[in-house]
């Protein structure tokens, strides 16, 4: 296992389109969270996965946003009619079950235009 | 609520010493992360601190007061790949990471 895999590396999408990001955990990993980062910005969280459950959800994750982790293992993220305001890194990290620390993913880069 | 507030950005000579401060106010408290950022790439883990005191590894320590919600990260013998921004995260006891806005480091020759 080589740690979070997060797909694409980059997505560009015209405003008003729908994106799918993906995240692969580390295996024994049974937590799972998403966070969004902007220039200069530390990462804010926007939600999180204990197994399949979703146990937490940020106010930015607008009506708009929706996460899944239909078997416990990966994770995905959509967003739906895409703004500018949402062009950001996206990152997905996970960690076992004491929450020692997070191993994050590369982070998938979304650009709106 | 959680507030984590560090200083935006430092510039340090190569092979000096650096310290980068974080003052955190959170309702709860289960442990203080550090992590290092380089431009366009994830997170990394630096440093974990629950108990009080001064945490060693490496070139890197990390100190952590929880009556003064205060820590800082001290970087020994700078090199160039130091480089980056450094963010503080406090687990504030509710199973997840709130992280400050980060430092950026900038290391010269």
């Known amino acids: 296992d080589t740690g979070v895999s997060q797909d694409p590396r980059h997505k560009i999408t015209k405003r008003g389109q729908n994106v799918t990001f993906r995240c692969d955990p580390i295996?024994?990993?049974?937590?799972l969270y998403w966070y969004r980062q902007t220039l200069g910005q530390g990462p804010e969280f926007l939600t999180y996965?204990?197994?399949?459950?979703?146990?937490?959800k940020s106010r930015l994750l607008s009506d708009r946003f929706s996460a899944e982790r239909p078997k416990g293992s990966f994770s995905t993220l959509e967003i739906q009619r895409t703004e500018q305001g949402d062009s950001a890194m996206y990152l997905c990290?996970?960690?076992?079950?004491?929450?020692?620390?997070?191993?994050f993913g590369s982070g998938t880069r979304l650009t709106v235009v | 609520g959680q507030n984590i507030d560090q200083p935006t950005e430092m510039t340090a000579t190569e092979g000096a010493i650096v310290q980068i401060n974080c003052t955190y106010q959170?309702?709860?408290?289960?442990?203080l992360f550090w992590y290092q950022q380089h431009a366009g790439e994830a997170p990394t883990f630096l440093s974990y601190?629950?108990?009080?005191g001064l945490e060693e590894k490496g070139r890197f320590s990390s100190f952590l007061s929880r009556s003064k919600g205060y820590s800082y990260l001290l970087l020994k013998e700078l090199q160039m790949k130091d480089s980056a921004s450094y963010l503080c995260?406090?687990?504030?006891?509710?199973?997840?990471?709130?992280f400050g806005k980060g430092n950026q480091v900038v290391v010269i020759p």
């Open positions: 990290a996970s960690s076992p079950p004491s929450v020692w620390g997070y191993t």
């Open positions: 295996s024994e990993h049974n937590r």
């Open positions: 996965f204990q197994n399949e459950a979703q146990l937490e």
């Open positions: 959170t309702s709860g408290f289960n442990g």
């Open positions: 601190n629950v108990l009080d």
């Open positions: 995260a406090v687990n504030g006891g509710n199973n997840r990471l709130a």
